[in-house]
């Protein structure tokens, strides 16, 4: 994570992990180059996977704005090494993420995969895209896709990218997961109550 943890490693976090004893450890991720993370075929699929993300950007203000994208697996696309990009749907129309980007650009995203205590973190410089803008480009990201109304197209050039530690994240599963996970259950259950039915109606003939 050298691209990442220049980015993250600033002057001031250097000096709390001095404070804090952390300061040889994190210092070794410093010791790459500052060429931008190439996302592997690992983080490729792990961003694929997701149905969801959190997206934090900065105002001109300097006052960060996270939100909550979602959409089905697939509706983040990973067009190369190192850049993602998504439909942007109309929204409650606030356009804070929106306005953030086009005055800076500098975004950073949460990937998060709660049943497995997984957490991609990622630096990026984000840009909107009009629909016209490439036709192509919209095509395939418009192909998976949340629903709604698409306004926009997100592309997000990939500076630096993390793999957290699983500590602390709570697992949680969405319905999909539950019935994933359950289907050996009620499968079982399903077979019991048929021999259960079979044996009543044995004793039931007797």
Same mark, same amino acid.
């Given at each position: 994570?050298?691209?990442?943890?220049?980015?993250a490693y600033? /002057?001031?976090? #250097?000096?709390?992990? /001095?404070?804090?004893g952390?300061a040889?450890? %994190?210092?070794?991720a410093?010791?790459?180059?500052?060429t931008? !993370? @190439?996302? *592997? $075929?690992?983080?490729?699929?792990?961003?694929?996977?997701?149905d969801?993300?959190?997206l934090?950007?900065?105002?001109?203000?300097?006052w @960060?704005?996270?939100?909550?994208?979602?959409?089905? $697996? +697939?509706?983040?696309?990973?067009? !190369?090494?190192?850049?993602?990009?998504?439909a942007?749907? #109309?929204?409650?129309r606030?356009?804070?993420?929106? *306005?953030n980007?086009?005055?800076?650009?500098r975004?950073?995203?949460?990937?998060?995969d709660y @049943?497995?205590?997984a957490?991609?973190?990622?630096?990026?410089?984000?840009?909107?895209? @009009?629909? !016209?803008? !490439? $036709?192509?480009?919209?095509?395939t990201?418009?192909?998976?896709?949340t629903?709604?109304?698409v306004?926009? =197209?997100?592309v997000? #050039?990939?500076? +630096?990218?993390?793999?957290?530690?699983?500590?602390?994240?709570?697992?949680?599963?969405?319905?999909?997961?539950? %019935?994933?996970? =359950?289907?050996?259950?009620?499968?079982?259950?399903?077979e =019991?109550?048929?021999?259960?039915?079979?044996?009543?109606?044995?004793?039931?003939?007797?």
């Open positions: 994570m050298s691209r990442y943890a220049h980015l600033t /002057e001031s976090v #250097r000096r709390e992990q /001095e404070q804090n952390s040889a450890a %994190a210092g070794r410093l010791t790459g180059g500052e931008p !993370d @190439p996302l *592997g $075929p690992h983080e490729a699929a792990f961003i694929a996977a997701r969801g993300f959190y934090a950007s900065v105002s001109e203000t300097g @960060p704005y996270v939100q909550h994208r979602g959409g089905p $697996p +697939g509706f983040v696309h990973v067009l !190369d090494e190192r850049t993602l990009g998504f942007d749907v #109309r929204g409650n606030q356009y804070i993420t929106t *306005g980007v086009r005055a800076g650009g975004v950073a995203l949460f990937f998060m @049943p497995h205590q957490r991609l973190k990622i630096f990026g410089l984000a840009r909107a895209v @009009p629909l !016209d803008e !490439d $036709p192509g480009l919209t095509r990201l418009t192909e998976t896709r629903d709604g109304r306004e926009r =197209l997100m997000i #050039r990939v500076e +630096g990218f993390n793999w957290n530690c699983h500590q602390h994240i709570t697992p949680r599963y969405s319905e999909a997961e539950l %019935a994933e996970a =359950l289907a050996p259950v009620r499968a079982r259950i399903a =019991l109550e048929e021999q259960n039915k079979a044996l009543r109606a044995l004793l039931g003939e007797r």
